[in-house]
Structures are given as structure tokens and as C-alpha cells.
């Protein structure tokens, strides 16, 4: 498929897709939520890519939300549709199986937020602002936003940006958990790379697995998500990148893990 609204670099192990429509703000529209499910079913595939990383182009927006001209086409049923077309696009980011980063460069609206929260980790730049605008529209966020943004920031403060419309800015969005860090945006990128690449040299069974678990944090109790991790933590011991990580360590170099 020849992306469209999609830039893809893949180099070190690491690919970096940048939503391309600057124009447009990299609004979301149907032609792209295509190529994003065409391209990361790719990438889950691809075993040479252990990272992604995903920012959007042009030093305005990440993502300014769902593409509006396309939005006010919907009635009931095509609107039901036109989330979970969003949704199962965003499930599958953030079930990817591979650690995806959002470097949010700029505004991260509606879909654009909710983009980011599929992200298990996220980034911003100081230009960044974060917010979910549906109710100035008559609607409410559709890709997922009810959800995550109510697991990661707290129903209560999840219900006020949500029912204000209300922006926030990296600063703040640092301060409430959104977002890790916060970067110049000349700095964003290149940092964003570094941690990805950070993540690319340790043995990949090891992450992705640590990332399965932390992912059954809203789906398991505590003791059944202690008796899944014990598990994992199992699977782990029986690995040669386990043997090799501890002998590394005993013998003081740094290991060279086969994801194996
Ligand atoms: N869907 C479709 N087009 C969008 C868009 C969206 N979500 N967001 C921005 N655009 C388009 C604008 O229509 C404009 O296109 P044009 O030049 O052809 O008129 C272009 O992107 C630039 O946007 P503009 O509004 O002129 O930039 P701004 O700097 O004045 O404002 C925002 C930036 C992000 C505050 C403003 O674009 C905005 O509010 N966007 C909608 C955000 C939103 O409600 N998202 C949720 C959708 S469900």
C-alpha cells in the first residue's frame, strides 16, 4: 500500500510513522485510519522493528482530531461506526505487542489525544496541548478517550477536560501524569529516539512481556495480575536471553541479548 497521509522511517530497529497532512493538521480521516491499520499490522509483523514512534509533521500538530468535514457527514449508525473504526485502530496500537512511543509535537485534539493515549508511552514537546474538544461539537470523544483518558489522568479530572473542552499544556500535562517528559521541540525527537533506542538494546522477550503485563493492570485484580506477572517472570527464566543478561551481568560486560 502507498501511504498517503503516512510517513514511515524504519532504521535501527526503531520506526518512526509521522501523520502527514499538515494542512490539514493531520486530522484523522478515513483514508488515514486505513493506512494506520494497514501500516501497524505491518510493523507487528515485522520483526526487525522492536520500537515505534509516532509524531506528527509540521511544528503546529500532532494530531488536531477526527477530520471534521468527514465527521459532520455521520447519522446514528454510520457515527456508531465511524468509533469503532477509530477504536479498533487504536486497540490495536496499543495491543501492538511492541512498545509504542508518542512524541506529541503540538496539538493532540479529540482523536489526536486519544491517539496518544494508545501509546503506552508518551512524550511532548512545550508546544504541546492535550484536550478532548467533542462536546464544543455536540459529541463526545469516540476513539476510546472515555476510557483511557478516565484510567491514566482520574475519572475526575478525565470529566473535566472532557466536559470543558478545556486545553492543557505540557506543563500541566506533566504534572497530572499524561505525559513522562517534556522536551524543547528541537530536543523532542532526537530524545524520543534515544529512549527508543534505549529500549531496542535490551533483550525484547523481556520487554514485550513486561509490557503484556502492565497492560492486564485494568483487567485483572491485583492477585490475579500478580499470578499473570509470575507467570511471565517464568516464561522469562526459561529464556537464553535470561542466561545471558545474569552471566553478562556476573561477569561484568554488557550482554548481547538474541531475543531468544
Ligand atoms: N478536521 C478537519 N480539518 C481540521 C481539523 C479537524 N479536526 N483541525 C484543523 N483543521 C484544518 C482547518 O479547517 C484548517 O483548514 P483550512 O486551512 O483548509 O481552512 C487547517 O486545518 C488549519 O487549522 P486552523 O483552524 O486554521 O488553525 P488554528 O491555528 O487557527 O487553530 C486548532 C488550531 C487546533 C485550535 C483548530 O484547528 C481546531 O480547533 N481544530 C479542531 C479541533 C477539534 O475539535 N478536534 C476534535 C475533532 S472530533
Redesign the pocket.
Known sequence: MDYKNLLVETKDNIAIVTLNRP???N???FDTFAELKHLFLKLQKDDNVYVVIVTGAGE??F?????????TKQDCLSGKQFAETGQEVFNLIENLGKPVIAAVNG?A????CELTLACYIRLASERA?F????V??G?I??YGGTQRLANIINPGRAAEYILT?D?MNAEEALRIGLVSKVFTPEELLPKAKEMAMKIATKGQISVRLALQAIQKTNELTEKEGQAYEAALFGVCCGTDDFKEGTTAFLEKRKPEFKNK
Open positions: 494542512d490539514k493538521l486530522a484523522l480521516n503546529k500538530a494530531v488536531a482530531g477526527a477530520d471534521i468535514s468527514e465527521l496539538f485534539l479529540g482523536g489526536g496541548k484536550g478532548q474538544p467533542e464544543n461539537l459529541i470523544p469516540g473542552a486545553m
